[in-house]
């Protein structure tokens, strides 16, 4: 049965500064734009997920400035960043901290913390499937809870607290792929890929870009502000049931689950991306000056949203049926 109950709509005071996000969108992009060739579905993507406070995964060949964008994000938003670049012989510790003793007056000694790199506001973690699964588990509570804990002290991470991670898909070797609580993590999955021809043919012809001096757009502060107004943005229950109808449509063990998703199915996406589902197309409608979401809204989200968190059947993996196909069957079973 739908749920009834009615939409709270936006206080009239948000209106002005809903339309004050719009604009910050329009000059982010902008700027990015002015090293980042082409590229507009990923920026936009990535702003989506900034907006709705969210962490990213992007995943694509090298060579095809995903690095490049992040760290373009940060000077744009004049964010304390930290980039590491994930390898075998990572430790939790180097991405945590650790604690060191002191010797104090009088020969007392004691532990000091010393933060490591994630103690940021936007945290580039580059090729993170060459670190073990260890390593990898260093930020499970950063990102989910925005703290680290070491040494029995729990430390709060500052807000802002983003995480944006490269991962490139054909290169396997030595290599450790994401655990499903890793992946789940991500609120989207931002697949990069080639240029067109005229996007391409600009890009060898400037070279790297890096020279291209970026200015700040909002401070820390305002994008706060912001991902606070995204979060007071209107949901209808026709959109929270039809997400729900997503979630369901998506686990083999439901009987709403359509036959075709069932034999390419281990398991579904679980009840946290419904929220990350929402939480998204609650930034796409703000980004985009609407004053409530919409089904189309959600149904373009899905696929970031939920396609990484399919865990795939053997036999879609022996058919090549990928998860992008799944989502598709999916999103055939609920219609808008």
């Avoid at 992040?70 to 744009?76: F, Y």
């Avoid at 075998?88 to 945590?96: C, K, V, Y």
């Avoid at 149904?299 to 993996?317: C, D, M, N, T």
Wanted: net charge negative.
């Amino acid at each position: 049965m739908a749920n009834s109950s009615p939409v709270t709509a936006l206080p009239a005071d948000d209106g002005e500064a809903l339309r004050s996000l719009a604009e910050s969108r329009q000059r982010l992009t902008s700027e990015l734009h002015r090293r980042i060739v082409g590229q507009q579905e990923v920026i936009e993507l990535l702003l989506t997920c900034l907006f709705a406070r969210g962490h990213g995964l992007f995943v694509g060949v090298p060579g095809l400035a995903k690095t490049l964008l992040v760290s373009s994000l940060a000077e744009t938003l004049d964010l304390d960043f930290s980039r590491i670049q994930f390898t075998p012989d990572l430790m939790p510790a180097d991405i945590t901290g650790s604690e060191v003793l002191e010797e104090g007056e009088g020969g007392r000694r004691s532990f000091r913390f010393v933060a490591g790199p994630v103690f940021c506001n936007l945290l580039l973690a580059d090729e993170i499937n060459r670190t073990p699964p260890k390593t990898q588990a260093a930020l499970l509570q950063a990102m989910q809870e925005g703290k680290v804990s070491a040494g029995g002290k729990t430390h709060r991470l500052p807000p802002p607290f983003h995480v944006f991670a490269t991962q490139n898909p054909i290169e396997q070797e030595g290599t450790y792929p994401l655990p499903e609580a890793q992946l789940d993590r991500f609120m989207l999955q931002i697949n990069v890929g080639y240029p067109d021809v005229q996007s391409e043919r600009q890009i060898v012809a400037l070279g790297t870009g890096d020279d291209v001096q970026l200015s700040p757009v909002l401070t820390p502060v305002q994008l706060l502000a912001h991902q606070a107004l995204v979060r007071r943005i209107p949901v209808p229950p026709s959109v929270v049931d039809h997400v729900v109808g997503l979630l369901r449509a998506s686990r083999p063990s439901d009987d709403a689950c359509p036959k075709a998703v069932k034999e390419l199915v281990r398991w579904g996406a679980g009840p946290r991306a419904g929220q990350q589902l929402i939480a998204a197309a609650q930034a796409k409608a703000a980004l985009d000056g609407r004053a409530a979401v919409n089904v189309h809204d959600v149904r373009e989200l899905s696929g970031p949203v939920l396609e990484h968190r399919l865990v795939r059947s053997f036999s879609a993996e022996s058919r090549g049926v990928s998860s992008h196909e799944i989502m598709s069957e999916i999103l055939s079973a609920v219609p808008a």
